[in-house]
């Protein structure tokens, strides 16, 4: 994954957990999904149309709610022309913000992946499902389960598992009938063999070469031994397939069981070879940290230097930090100081309190995300960015002993 794409992927994931979090006192948050290709004119005269019904809601609250909400759409939608390519989604509504009070918010989405179907919703909170499936796991694994009767073609797509093709062979078992010379049937028996494996690798390699490329992870093949073997040394499958086995495993099943009992064989190897690009990443880190070689880097006031200097190689941020940067004045002196703080969705920070210099209460007039502007020095200098989950000792130790942030230096700046 490019690093431009793992930022929008973490992007996307914060702005969902953040509408999970709104809810409305009633009926009253919209959803807007918009494909590209539909007409503004359509939604805009359904939207005075929703607005006509919305007249028929019993609590007034609720009424003048979704009907400001729909009012609020109607004066954004005038402004758009055509929604971008992979379309655009409008939350608005009265968002409950405690103390009995409300609040109207709007947030637009355009999302990594096109929009299929136009819906309007509307609900105590936000409809997500078609954002929430865009963030799973596109991940794909071929498999292939192979013995000399059968053979089953199947994909792993993010943690489902489908079948595509079944195979059979006529594969004459190892007793010849009488009559037959001992040589000839085991001609006529390696020659059908060889048929079968043909045709398992044009099937799967039918199936395999149509998986979008950057989903395509590799190939694992799974059987009794030697059959496997057998069939990975004979190159049977397109020479870019063959390139990307990963694995073999052994199977009992050769039928759609077979698929399972294959992933779970390779369960391990795969939750691994995710890791690894991460692992290596934070081992050399450590490596760094412990040689004391002046390449590593911890501490955002550090790597922020590090960073404006040109001298990160690898900025590491764990998925799981979310910290925001408070820019705070006073407001009756010069006096300006930042503060630095991890938050939770729907959380709200703390007030500043008052000015050290006058007394004057002191005001939060910017919140600046950390990981937002890092990036953007990042991309600014091409450093590059990677994301490390927590499900590994390394990764974890990132988020819990260094504050979810840390760099590879290309060269010690003594910083
Ligand atoms: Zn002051």
Known sequence: ???????????????????????????????????????????????????????????????????????????RLRY????????????????????????????IVEPPEPIITYRYHCDSSFYLQPLEDMLREKKTYGLLVIDRREATVGLLVGKRIESYRHLTSTVPGKQRKGGQSAHRFQQLRLIAIHDFYKRIGDAASEVFLAIDHKDFEGVLIGGPSPTKEE?????????????????????????????????????????????????????????????????????????????????????????????????????????????????????????????????????????????DELSEICDQMGTEVAFISTDFEEGSQLMNAFGGIAAILRYSTGI
């Open 231 to 371: 069939f990975e040394a004979g190159e049977y499958l397109h020479h870019e397939i063959q390139k990307k086995i990963i694995g073999l495993f052994d199977a009992a099943y050769t039928d759609e069981s077979g698929l399972s009992e294959l992933v779970n064989a390779a369960s391990e190897r795969l939750s691994d070879l995710d890791l690894m690009v991460e692992k290596k990443m934070m081992q050399r880190f450590f490596g760094e940290l412990v040689a004391d070689s002046g390449k590593a880097s911890y501490g955002i006031e550090q790597i922020r230097a590090n960073l404006e200097v040109g001298a990160v190689d690898v900025l590491l941020i764990s998925e799981d930090l979310r910290a925001e940067k408070d820019i705070i004045k006073c407001g009756s002196c010069d006096y300006a100081t930042t503060s630095t703080h991890k938050w939770k969705p729907g959380e709200t920070s703390e007030a500043p309190g008052n000015c050290p210099k006058c007394g004057s209460i002191l005001e939060v007039v910017e919140k600046v995300d950390i990981v």
């Open 80 to 107: 758009l022309n055509r929604a971008p390519e992979n379309g655009i989604v409008y939350f608005t509504g009265a968002v409950d913000v405690g103390a009995n009070k409300t609040n109207m918010e709007t947030i």
């Open 1 to 75: 994954m490019s690093e431009q794409s793992a930022h929008q992927k973490y992007e996307f994931k914060r702005k969902l957990e953040m509408l999970r979090t709104k809810k409305g006192r009633g009926t009253e948050l919209i959803s807007l999904y918009i494909p590209h290709d539909k007409q503004i004119s359509d939604i805009t005269s359904q939207l005075k149309n929703e607005h006509g019904q919305a007249a028929n809601i019993k609590s007034k609250l609720t009424r003048t709610n979704v009907q400001g909400a729909i009012e609020s759409l109607l004066s």
